[in-house]
């Protein structure tokens, strides 16, 4: 009976080192989820379609902020293209913020000049 509490024991300790990395790559704990942010018109600077995250790099007043959004493929199913932005666009955004205060945060909407909103998340 030892040795079968000692395998299950050395197996729930090796199935949580597996998956604590997994955890912490999904954190959204660097992200003020209570502070929903808006900004209008700002220019798109750079829009980095890779894995394992899209990023949205903007400039408001004389600001530059990196936005994280989801992978290529979840983005994908919601209706963005690895054109949908190129640098020089004007576009509104929504995102929550970083809780350190830079300009950055995680992007959750975007409405382009045409009106169409895409959700990032």
């Known amino acids: 009976m030892n040795r079968l509490k ?9 199935l949580l080192a597996i998956s604590l990395p997994a955890l912490a790559h999904h954190s959204f704990a660097m992200f003020d989820q209570t502070k929903a942010t808006e900004l209008k018109g700002v220019t798109v600077v750079r829009f980095q ?16 902020f990196a936005l994280e959004c989801n992978s290529p493929s ?3 199913q919601a209706g963005w293209k690895f054109n949908t932005l190129k640098a020089g666009d004007k576009v509104d955004i929504s ?3 970083l809780r350190n205060g830079k300009p ?6 975007v409405t ?10």
């Open 112 to 121: 382009l000049g045409n009106g169409k909103k895409l959700d990032a998340w």
């Open 49 to 64: 379609w890779a894995n394992p995250h899209v990023f949205l790099v903007v400039k408001s007043g004389g600001e530059t």
């Open 6 to 14: 000692t395998c299950a024991a050395v197996l729930s300790a090796g």
């Open 74 to 76: 979840l983005m994908t």
């Open 95 to 97: 995102f929550f913020p």
């Open 104 to 109: 950055g945060g995680a992007l959750t909407v």
